[in-house]
């Protein structure tokens, strides 16, 4: 029984260094093509930066900087191409990416400034207006990422069980009554920030979005049949909420609220 305990114990020591091992190379591999990207980048060989930024995210070191540089390498190298930008779908790649960065982290301005550069290439539709109170609380939660918010919310939480001490301890009442009023507006911005938090976390893990994918531009269809009507012919770089999926086919819904059918090959998840 020791001999078997031993024996196991031994595998699990061994398994772990071979997995610490793995997870250096990777490391290592992935650090020499970020510098390789980053290289290939600087001289404008932006085929090749694309090609090392992949195979960074291919060893699942993929991070909000990470899909900015790569959207910004798949669109320098749309331009860079002969003949009409973005001929090979560098542009719908781009988008696909900043997105993705965004989606890790929404306080990314670079990133955000760039989608809007890249968006003004495509046929992309306005979403319908929001009211004034759905605008005003998307600004105010755009000013920081989930995780501000998040911790935000918790140092306000912890300084209104300070200030409610004070409250309890102090027998004065001008205290007393400043103390109340600042632990009530306290905890009332912690509740708005988890509130902030959690509506950019349910954001950033929405796996609905898509982006279409095409070199010109993709048919969307009536319905899921090649021979049905053509409603839209959205450009590469559209983003669209993909709602469900019939074989070969997705049906999707555009920011302006038409719904149609694409072939899901032409369209790739955030």
Same mark, same amino acid.
């Given at each position: 029984?020791?001999?078997?305990?031993?024996?196991?114990?031994?595998?699990?020591?061994?398994?772990?260094?071979?997995?610490?091992?793995? %997870?250096?190379?990777?490391?290592?591999? %992935?650090?020499? @093509?970020? +510098?390789?990207?980053?290289?290939?980048?600087?001289?404008?060989?932006?085929?090749?930066?694309? @090609?090392?930024?992949?195979?960074?995210?291919?060893?699942?070191?993929? !991070?909000?900087? $990470?899909?900015?540089?790569?959207?910004n390498a798949y669109y320098k190298l749309g331009q860079q191409g &002969?003949?009409?930008?973005?001929?090979?779908? &560098?542009?719908?790649?781009? *988008?696909?990416?900043?997105?993705?960065?965004?989606?890790?982290?929404?306080?990314?301005?670079?990133?955000?400034?760039?989608?809007?550069?890249?968006?003004?290439?495509?046929?992309?539709? &306005?979403?319908?207006? $929001?009211?004034?109170?759905?605008?005003?609380?998307?600004?105010?939660?755009?000013?920081?990422?989930?995780?501000?918010?998040? *911790?935000?919310?918790?140092? $306000?939480?912890?300084?209104?069980? %300070? *200030?409610?001490?004070?409250?309890? $301890?102090?027998?004065?009442?001008?205290?007393?009554?400043?103390?109340?009023?600042?632990? *009530?507006?306290?905890?009332?911005?912690?509740?708005?920030?988890?509130?902030?938090?959690?509506?950019?976390?349910?954001?950033? +893990?929405?796996?609905?979005?898509?982006?279409?994918?095409?070199?010109?531009?993709?048919?969307?269809?009536?319905?899921?049949?090649?021979?049905?009507?053509?409603?839209? +012919?959205?450009? +590469?770089?559209?983003?669209?909420?993909?709602?469900?999926?019939?074989?070969?086919?997705? &049906?999707? @819904?555009?920011?302006? !609220?038409?719904? !149609?059918?694409?072939?899901?090959?032409?369209?790739?998840?955030?």
């Open positions: 029984m020791l001999n078997i305990t031993k024996k196991l114990v031994l595998f699990v020591v061994a398994l772990l260094g071979a997995a610490l091992c793995y %997870a250096s190379d990777g490391r290592v591999e %992935a650090e020499r @093509e970020w +510098q390789r990207a980053l290289d290939a980048y600087s001289k404008r060989e932006y085929g090749v930066a694309v @090609e090392a930024f992949e195979r960074v995210a291919e060893l699942g070191f993929g !991070g909000s900087d $990470l899909y900015y540089n790569l959207g &002969e003949g009409a930008p973005f001929a090979q779908g &560098e542009l719908g790649r781009a *988008i696909l990416n900043y997105r993705r960065a965004l989606k890790i982290d929404s306080s990314n301005d670079d990133a955000r400034y760039n989608l809007d550069l890249a968006v003004d290439h495509t046929n992309d539709t &306005e979403a319908l207006p $929001l009211g004034v109170l759905a605008t005003m609380w998307a600004a105010v939660r755009g000013v920081m990422s989930s995780n501000g918010w998040a *911790i935000l919310s918790v140092v $306000l939480f912890v300084a209104t069980l %300070a *200030i409610v001490l004070v409250y309890l $301890l102090s027998n004065r009442v001008v205290i007393r009554k400043i103390s109340f009023f600042v632990a *009530i507006a306290l905890i009332i911005v912690s509740i708005f920030g988890t509130l902030f938090s959690l509506s950019l976390r349910s954001l950033n +893990q929405d796996s609905e979005q898509a982006v279409v994918m095409c070199n010109s531009v993709s048919s969307v269809h009536a319905s899921p049949d090649n021979t049905s009507k053509v409603i839209r +012919q959205p450009s +590469q770089g559209v983003t669209v909420k993909v709602l469900r999926e019939h074989d070969q086919w997705s &049906e999707i @819904e555009f920011a302006d !609220g038409e719904k !149609g059918w694409i072939v899901t090959n032409n369209i790739e998840r955030i």
